[in-house]
């Protein structure tokens, strides 16, 4: 497989991660609102607020995100060839301040253990 289309699937995997993350800061307290069940399962918000602690922890300690190293060294620091790839570049990563994003990910992860306490997941999943 040439390099550009693995680069190409970890910038996928790095934004579907990215969009979980976000979609989860605002599903979550709706879904507690509304009395969605999903919302509660145990497993699904365990891998949420852990990956959440782990955006902010690189952040506060200053490490780049492993996906992000890996699509660089497969693009060998290249632009993205393609439309799409050049499409999820943009939607992930900004132009801003490293404060900016340490302040983002910290008030996120700090969201995440609110939800954690408002929104309680179920202490076993539904199977």
Not at 25 to 34: D, E, K, R, S, Y
Not at 69 to 75: M, S
Request: glycine residues 4%.
């Amino acid at each position: 497989m040439p390099a550009h289309l693995l680069a190409d699937a970890v910038l996928s995997l790095h934004l579907l991660i990215a969009l979980f993350l976000v979609a989860g800061l605002v599903l979550i307290p709706m879904g507690g609102i509304n009395k969605w069940r999903w919302v509660r399962h145990r497993r699904l918000r365990l891998i949420h607020a852990a990956l959440m602690v782990f955006v902010a922890l690189e952040a506060l300690l200053g490490i780049a995100c492993p996906l992000t190293i890996l699509e660089a060294a497969l693009r060998r620091e290249e632009a993205p060839a393609y439309f799409l790839a050049a499409l999820m570049q943009s939607l992930l990563f900004w132009d801003a301040p490293l404060e900016f994003f340490l302040a983002l990910y910290l008030v996120c992860a700090a969201w995440v253990l609110v939800l954690w306490r408002v929104v309680p997941p179920n202490n076993h999943s539904a199977r």
